[in-house]
Structures are given as C-alpha cells and as structure tokens.
C-alpha cells in the first residue's frame, strides 16, 4: 500500500461528526444495507454484476469536514483507510498512471481497506478539460476499477462542477458538504472543548459563531489557539475573551491563506 499511499486507523465515529440528520441516516443506511453475506443469501450477486460497492462522493469547500466523515465512515465499518497520495499515482510515464490506479484497488481489496481519495478532481477531472489522450484514458480506467470494485471508496473534492459527469451514475451517494449554519458552528464550537477544561458562564457560543462564520476546520484551529494560550497561562476555565483570542488570531491567518487560495469562506468583523 505504500506504494499508492498508506494505511490510517480512522480516528473519529459517526457520533462525532456534526451532521445533517437526513444525511447521516441516508449514510447508515447504506453500510448497514450492503453488507456482503446478505446479499450472497439473497442472490443479488448472482443477478448484478457490476458498480456492487458503495462509492460516495463529498464535496464542499475546506474544512468542513470531508475527510472526517470517511474516517467515521471506515470506523462504523471496523475498517482501516487506504488513504491514497495523488503525485504518487499521478505519473508522466504512459501507462504508470493506470497500474497506479489498479494497484489501489488491488491493495484494498486484499486488506479490506476503505478506500479514500481526497482532491479527487485531478484523478476525475473531466474528459472534456483534457488535451492528452493517456489523461482521458486514466479516468476510464478508474471507472472501469470502480465498476468492477466491490468495496468501500470516498471521493472527496472542493470543485465538484469540475467532475466527470460519467462518474454520476457510478455514486452510491453524492454528500455536499456546506458551510455550517450558526447552530452548527456554535455545536462544533462546543464539541471541540476538552473535558478537562471548565466553560465559564460569560461564554456565548452562539455568539461567537454569529461573529465568525468559519467552516469546522477553521473552528479547530481557533480552538487549539485558544487552549494554547491556556495552557501559556496555566489556566483551565475558558472565558468568552479566550475564545474570541482563538478566533480573531484564526481569522487573521486565514486570511493570507484565503488571499493565496481565491477560496475560502466569508467573515463578518
């Protein structure tokens, strides 16, 4: 596997991912209703012979969240991730690309692996932005793999408008991820807080998540700052003043990184 990447023991459950309702049930559904003994007894099998895995697609701006809802997924699964690294499948050489490829597969398969491919766009991009012939033929080849895989694969991507409409009917399930609403951003405020640490009452989580309307990634971040200066201070109860220390130092360095990026998400001072 360390040839197209490396194997992770995912790190957080569904009961931890801050999630749609409907979508987390749609997703349960899905695990829970493909199990392979089932549909053995059942003769599904035997009738359908291709596109049996379940290949989901999550899109949305960064950080919120994608990449976690696959470790969860993997996790609901007893699973460990494949976790697939791009400029190792990615080649020059004709044809290096498409055993690349095939080797994921191959790997997940042997070791009952959860296949994860974040940044999918470059590997599905499209055939009508391509110039070269061997690039429209790896994304055939991949279509191909994920017809003929009977495992478990997540996409994830920031540019989904981008995708290969072919892959549509290839997805078991499409997630878009958006940026949460205040109610959500004030739940991953809290959820983000150790146990060890106390929240005094002047602190107003709805309020901060009006003040800034970061994704969930951001959020970590402006937490882990906050516990920083805690812990610089040798203190364990957190005060709205700490929290929006975290934040503001969060907004200011995802600025640059939004300047450099033309993407990101918008702030209310």
Not at 110 to 125: Q, T
Not at 169 to 180: A, I
Not at 211 to 234: C, D, M, P, W
Request: glycine residues 4%; hydrophobic residues 40%.
């Amino acid at each position: 596997s360390q040839a197209v990447g490396y194997v992770k023991e995912p790190e957080y459950s569904l009961e931890e991912v801050v999630l749609k309702k409907d979508i987390k049930e749609r997703i349960l559904f899905l695990l829970e209703s493909s199990k392979k003994e089932v549909w053995e007894e059942l003769g599904i099998n035997q009738k359908i012979k291709k596109s049996k895995g379940l290949v989901f697609l999550f899109y949305g701006p960064p950080g919120t969240g994608k990449s976690i809802l696959a470790e969860a997924v993997a996790n609901y699964l007893k699973k460990k991730l494949l976790i697939v690294e791009l400029p190792k499948i990615i080649s020059k050489w004709l044809g290096e690309t498409d055993k690349a490829l095939a080797r994921i597969f191959t790997e997940a398969k042997k070791n009952d692996l959860v296949i994860c491919i974040d940044e999918a766009d470059s590997l599905l991009y499209s055939r009508n932005f391509f110039c070269q012939e061997h690039d429209i033929r790896f994304v055939n080849v991949m279509f191909f793999e994920l017809e003929r895989f009977e495992g478990e694969a997540i996409f994830t991507t920031n540019m989904e408008n981008l995708l290969d409409s072919a892959l549509e009917r290839r997805l078991t399930l499409k997630v878009k991820f958006e940026l949460p609403d205040e109610k959500m951003r004030a739940e991953i405020w809290k959820a983000h807080i150790p146990d060890k640490f106390t929240v005094s009452k002047d602190v107003d989580f709805l309020e901060i998540a009006r003040k800034f309307q970061f994704s969930g990634g951001y959020i970590k971040n402006a937490v882990l700052h906050t516990l920083r200066k805690l812990i610089q201070e040798n203190r364990t109860t957190i005060t709205m003043e700490d929290l929006l220390f975290g934040a503001r130092l969060e907004q200011e360095g995802s600025f640059s990184q939004q300047n450099k990026q033309k993407i990101g998400f918008s702030v209310n001072i």
